[in-house]
């Protein structure tokens, strides 16, 4: 799909996850070969099925092949996430907060999905983290805040975390962490 809010929904009813691909369909040579080598395979297909909800967010040379309300949607995400290059394949939980990125990989669709699985264990963590940050206080809270966060990116952080951001100075607010 390309309707970020009805994945969501989606996600959310199915208890699965986001993959979010960030692509230049008609002008990236990576993220075609990675619709070529990966997304279009069977393979890929059925091993992600349960898994995840599959959302292409594209930024078309050929603007003529996207609505004014998608690429809207589309442009507010790219800033929201922070993107920087094509393809970036976000994962992210059914609320859309992100997880774990990435891109093209070689191998085919059988070795993508093995690498998927092992950026999905980062939700494990990041969720085990905010958890320990939710029974704790002061700078204990913090640190396991920043550990929630840990392998994301500034702007992502920034984009996706706001409240998270606020958790943390208010639980560190003399900067013990250097956050």
């Not at 085990?128 to 929630?148: I, M, P, S, T």
Request: hydrophobic content about 35%.
């Amino acid at each position: 799909t390309s309707d970020f809010e009805a994945a969501k929904k989606q996600a959310a009813e199915g208890k699965m996850d986001l993959l979010i691909d960030f692509t230049g369909s008609d002008w990236c040579g990576w993220c075609i070969k990675l619709v070529d080598e990966v997304f279009s395979k069977d393979a890929f297909k059925s091993g992600v099925k349960d898994k995840f909800v599959l959302v292409e967010l594209d930024f078309p040379r050929d603007e003529a092949k996207l609505d004014d309300k998608t690429k809207a949607q589309n442009e507010k995400l790219q800033q929201q996430f922070g993107i920087q290059g094509f393809p970036t394949i976000v994962l992210a939980d059914a609320e859309g907060r992100p997880y774990a990125s990435t891109g093209y990989q070689e191998g085919g669709p059988e070795k993508y999905i093995e690498h998927l699985d092992e950026l999905r264990k980062k939700r494990g963590v990041r969720d085990e983290a905010l958890a320990k940050a939710g029974k704790a206080e002061g700078v204990e809270k913090a640190e396991a805040l920043l550990a929630a966060l840990d392998g994301l990116s500034d702007e992502m952080i920034a984009g996706c975390y706001g409240g998270v951001i606020e958790q943390i100075k208010a639980a560190d607010p003399d900067d013990k962490t250097g956050f």
